[in-house]
């Protein structure tokens, strides 16, 4: 059993043997397709319970497929290395989060980085956090205000590609009101997650037909970064 993509990056030009592609096939066959939320707490108020939790529980039941959904809270750089730096990072030491399809991450932002209920993420250490994305194909989306936004969500965005190896990123280049984060983070993640073939091969099809359907989201500043050293 496949635990990690370690072996098979898909960046090596290595060909497989009989046994790699016999473990490949069983293991994409009984795949159920994965989300990893880290998220932050929306407000001071401890009676204050809002998630996104329950909404990415739902997506699956939208689409009638299951989906497995890892999630915990962060509050630090340092909170979230714990779950995401390879190798030692929770998510590669657990056997059933082997392959996650997509990050989500649900903290207030600025342009280039993060803002947690304690503490601020820099851009730095968010992109020292997911160091080896480039070991199998995912994406990344920030769910917060701003990330993306200005000089420094480009420059942050260009460098967190190149760095950690992921397929994308997506995320907001302004403030974005909750009502209409959910409709465009929901129409996304549908379809990302429901469209036939190979959905990292699909990402600017999938993202262009959200803002066809929600013409808001442009307003919103939603955006897609491909990383064009990937080969799918």
Known sequence: MITTFSNYSQN?????????????????????PKICCLESYWSQSMTDPLS???????????????????HRFIDSGEGLSYYTKYPDGLI????????????????????????TSVSEIDSTELIKAFNGLDQYNNVVYFAGCDVLGGENGKKFAKEFLQKTGTVAIIGYTGV???IDSIIID??????????????????????DSVVNDYPKAEECG????LNKNQNL
């Not at 996104?52 to 890892?70: D, Q, R, S, T, Y």
């Open 12 to 32: 090596t030009n290595a060909p497989l043997n009989n046994e790699q592609e016999s473990l490949i096939e069983e293991y994409l066959e009984s795949y159920i």
């Open 52 to 70: 996104v939790k329950p909404f990415l529980n739902a997506i699956g039941w939208m689409i009638e497929k299951e989906i497995v959904v890892a």
């Open 92 to 115: 590669w030491q657990d056997p059933k989060l082997a392959g996650i399809d997509l990050f989500y991450i649900a903290v207030h932002g600025k342009p280039g980085g993060l803002l």
């Open 176 to 178: 974005i009101h909750w």
């Open 186 to 207: 929901t129409l996304f993640l549908s379809r990302f997650f429901s469209v036939t073939g190979n959905q990292f091969e699909q990402l600017q099809e999938i993202f």
């Open 222 to 225: 939603f955006s897609l970064f």
